[in-house]
């Protein structure tokens, strides 16, 4: 130390010199400062390896919020069940990292977060809305209420691309996006997903369509031997795995038999 060859990273966390002071290294100068703590809210996001704007190193550490220059503490108990390992480190869990960020994060960055959390299966919509249960009455709980109320409308582009992962994950193979569908008097329109063995096609984000084009293209598809099933946002963050089940039942009653 008299020699120069260390610096301080945090009070009493020292580091070699020629190391550069990133977000992870302050990270885990900040576990080393608090013992107990677990990396939260954005630190816990860089650990799993999420695109994050925010370099402030955020720890939750239950009972006292210790002064410490450029570590925000969180004082909410983090139970072991939201805890998780990463590289040595506690870390937490994927769906509390999601809900921390989106109370901490500003309003634009907590949306396409939430957003992406939930077309990559970070989270779902019942664990937040669990998660939000728990925090009535706390500061900033109506504007996460607000933010996930805007997130949860999707979009179809977002929604497109949430089904194609669930079904990916489900091992559901043979489909094909935006599949154009003719029957004799020519083209119907594109299918979001499409299932041509099968003749099975899933509709997503329908709301964006007038009743009455709506009702021709469907009677269209059913007279060429098509099985329509819609889905929207909500059923694809709320009930995926309904969702699957019940594709997996369309497939086996439409896919024909090969003996």
């Not at 370099?55 to 450029?70: Q, S, Y």
């Not at 664990?127 to 607000?146: F, K």
Request: proline share 7%; net charge positive.
């Amino acid at each position: 130390m008299q020699a120069g060859d260390w610096m301080a990273v945090l009070r009493d966390v020292f580091a070699d010199r020629g190391l550069p002071v990133t977000p992870r290294l302050r990270d885990v100068a900040a576990q080393l400062a608090l013992p107990g703590a677990v990396l939260a809210g954005p630190s816990a996001a860089r650990w799993h390896g999420w695109t994050m704007p925010s370099t402030e190193t955020f720890v939750a550490l239950a009972g006292r919020r210790p002064r410490l220059r450029h570590v925000h503490v969180l004082t909410q108990e983090v139970p072991e069940t939201d805890v998780q390992i990463i590289d040595g480190h506690r870390v937490t869990g994927p769906d509390r990292t999601v809900f921390d960020c989106a109370r901490l994060l500003p309003d634009g960055v907590a949306s396409a977060l939430l957003t992406t959390a939930l077309q990559e299966c970070w989270t779902t919509m019942p664990e937040l809305a669990s998660r939000i249960r728990d925090a009535t009455g706390r500061h900033g709980t109506p504007r996460l209420v607000r933010l996930i109320r805007t997130v949860a409308l999707g979009n179809r582009t977002a929604a497109l691309r949430l089904a194609g992962k669930l079904l990916q994950r489900a091992g559901i193979w043979g489909w094909s996006p935006h599949e154009p569908i003719s029957d004799r008097w020519g083209l119907i329109g594109l299918g979001d997903l499409v299932f041509p063995e099968a003749k099975l096609v899933i509709e997503l984000g329908i709301d964006e369509l007038e009743p009455a084009p709506l009702r021709e293209r469907h009677t269209r598809l059913a007279a060429a031997g098509w099985t329509v099933v819609t889905y929207t946002w909500g059923d694809l963050t709320s009930r995926p795995s309904d969702l699957v089940a019940e594709l997996r039942q369309h497939l086996d009653r439409l896919t024909p038999v090969r003996w």
